[in-house]
Nanobody, 121 residues
Framework: VQLQASGGGLVQAGGSLRLSCAAS????????MGWLRQAPGEGREFVAA????????DYGNSVKGRFTISRDNAKNTVSLQMNMLKPEDTAVYYC???????????????WGQGTLVTVAS
C-alpha cells in the first residue's frame, strides 16, 4: 500500500493550500480516508476524515469551517483544501487510510510519508 501526499509548502497566514494524496495497492473505495498532522514536538492530531462514499465528513475542532476534505474514488485520491491558514496550522500533514469511522491516529492502518505545511505570520 502506498499513500503519496503532495501539495505542502510555505504560505502566509490567511492564505490557502490544497493537499492531495494518491493511493495505490488497496481497494480505495472500501477505506475511510483521513488527514492527520504533527507539529514539532507534538503528537499526531486528527484533522479531517471522509467515509468511503464521500457523503460523511468529520473535522477536528481547530479546522472546522476552514478546511474541506474530499475524495475521488475513480482516481483513488483524497484532497484537503485548507483556507484561512494560521501559523498554528504549521505541521507535517499525513494522509491515512482506515476502517469505517476512523478518527484517532491509532485507528488508521496505512499512512503516507507526510507533506510539510509551513504558515508564516
Amino acid at each position: 500500500v502506498q499513500l503519496q501526499a503532495s501539495g505542502g509548502g510555505l504560505v502566509q497566514a490567511g492564505g490557502s493550500l490544497r493537499l492531495s494524496c494518491a493511493a495505490s495497492g488497496l481497494t480505495f473505495s472500501r477505506y475511510h480516508m483521513g488527514w492527520l498532522r504533527q507539529a514539532p514536538g507534538e503528537g499526531r492530531e486528527f484533522v479531517a476524515a471522509i467515509n468511503w462514499s464521500g457523503g460523511i465528513t468529520d473535522y477536528g475542532n481547530s479546522v472546522k469551517g476552514r478546511f474541506t476534505i474530499s475524495r475521488d474514488n475513480a482516481k483513488n485520491t483524497v484532497s484537503l483544501q485548507m483556507n484561512m491558514l494560521k501559523p498554528e496550522d504549521t505541521a507535517v500533514y499525513y494522509c491515512a487510510a482506515g476502517p469505517p469511522g476512523s478518527s484517532r491516529p491509532n485507528e488508521f492502518v496505512y499512512w503516507g510519508q507526510g507533506t510539510l505545511v509551513t504558515v508564516a505570520s
